[in-house]
């Protein structure tokens, strides 16, 4: 027995309607704006009689606040399904299972995708070119545009909540010894490759030289070459990291030395083995070679012991 | 928006458009078809619709749908399942496209 289903009186499709409406909003699947963003009030005022004109009207000036939630509990949602077209209230109602089936968030998944891979490179890269003076003078002015860049990658605003999370990744990029403060960690990243330009800008700012010096020693074993430069510089001495710089700018001296030292590392290596041999194999000295701690000054510490040692 | 409350609403949904016969049990089992209740439907749900249609001597629409009740059918069935159902139903009653 297949009941005729196309019959739907109009009475059915009304309570159908008003059980569907009723019970979302009921559910907070719905909202009293989902209602009248159909159910407008050019929509009301064309087909809703007078007499809830009147009860509308009179809840409205009586009420401290009119908005769409007084709208509907006034009018009721029996009424309004008794009076707007079906088509306006289906178009409400598929709206409602369009969004409670996830169909209308297409969108944003993709707009959340590409926020890690773009938002963060962006805002590590320009901060260098215009951060350097502050970076040397304070770390925490540095961050400033980092943080202003992650929010202008992303087109929508709905992925600005995305954006957010990237700079992290950015940041323990840039620093891999201490992650306890994002922002001096932002900082860092914009320190290095600015110093070239700071050492013409770094004789006015002198007095803030102090502080800088030793969280880049911090970061000096675990990071890159770059890093280490660019946070020793701003220190008034840093004697070991100048040098090779200036080496690398006179460029062709230096390398030859370093070559030279690689191999004086090999003969000291060499004389060590070369001791333990020896001692391993003692040859035989005169007594003319011998040297007569005793009589030395700067080693009696307790000359008689170690005459009655002798 | 919970789960709940989707299935809740779906629910008053169905029951409401069986209620108000703006589709029939015919017609749910047109989209809530025997491949998507096999699929998605407990063991033990199928195993009393399977009974009480034994039991009746057949298996109608209608029997099945004593045993898959709206509630069952929010709850375990795909939402899009119905809303197709109740899309379908609106679309055949004319009211998708006005009074």
């Known amino acids: ?47 809703l009689p007078r007499e809830e004109w009147t009860k509308l009207l009179t809840a409205c000036l009586g009420a401290p606040r009119t908005d769409a939630r007084l709208v509907v509990d006034t009018v009721t949602v029996p009424v309004l399904c008794e009076h707007v077209p079906f088509g306006i209230l289906w178009a409400c109602l598929a709206k409602l299972a369009t969004r409670a089936l996830g169909r209308g968030l297409v969108a944003p998944p993709p707009s959340i995708a590409p926020p890690p891979s773009i938002a963060p490179p962006p805002s590590i890269a320009p901060p260098p070119s215009i951060a350097p003076p502050p970076s040397i003078a304070s770390p925490p002015s540095a961050p400033a545009p980092s943080v202003s860049a992650p929010p202008s990658p992303s087109s929508a605003a709905a992925s600005a909540s995305v954006t957010t999370p990237p700079p992290p990744p950015a940041a323990r990029k840039s620093e891999p010894v201490s992650a306890t403060s994002p922002s001096l960690v932002a900082a860092a990243p914009s320190v290095p490759e600015p110093l070239l330009d700071v050492d013409q800008a770094r004789v006015p700012e002198p007095a803030p030289l102090g502080d800088p010096p030793s969280p880049p020693r911090k970061e000096s074993p675990g990071a890159t070459s770059r890093n280490l430069i660019g946070a020793r510089r701003p220190q008034a001495s840093a004697p070991a990291v100048i040098p090779p710089r200036k080496a690398d700018l006179k460029t062709q001296p230096p390398q030859p030395k370093r070559a030279s030292t690689a191999t004086d590392f090999e003969i000291e290596a060499d004389l060590g083995e070369a001791w333990k041999k020896a001692g391993a194999d003692p040859e035989p000295v005169d007594d003319d070679q011998l040297i007569d701690w005793s009589q030395s000054e700067e080693t009696m510490t307790s000359g008689e012991s170690q005459d009655r040692k002798r | 928006m919970s789960i709940e409350a989707r299935q809740r609403w779906f629910a008053t949904m169905m029951e409401s458009g069986l209620t108000q016969q703006i589709f029939a049990p015919a017609d749910v089992l047109r989209h809530a078809t025997p491949e998507v209740l096999a699929n ?30 709206p509630d069952v059918m929010s709850r375990h069935l795909p939402h899009e399942v119905l809303w197709d159902c109740i899309a379908a139903a609106a679309e055949r009653a004319g009211i998708a496209g006005g009074r």
């Open chain 2, 40 to 69: 998605n439907l407990p063991p033990e749900l199928m195993s009393k619709v399977l009974a009480a249609s034994l039991a009746a001597g057949a298996m109608t629409p209608e029997r099945v749908l004593e045993t898959v009740t």
């Open chain 1, 1 to 47: 027995m297949v009941a005729p289903a196309p019959v739907a009186a109009t009475v059915g499709v009304e309570e159908f309607f008003t059980a569907a409406i009723g019970r979302a909003l009921e559910l907070g699947l719905a909202s009293p704006e989902d209602v009248l963003a159909y159910a407008t009030p050019e929509v009301l005022a064309e087909h």
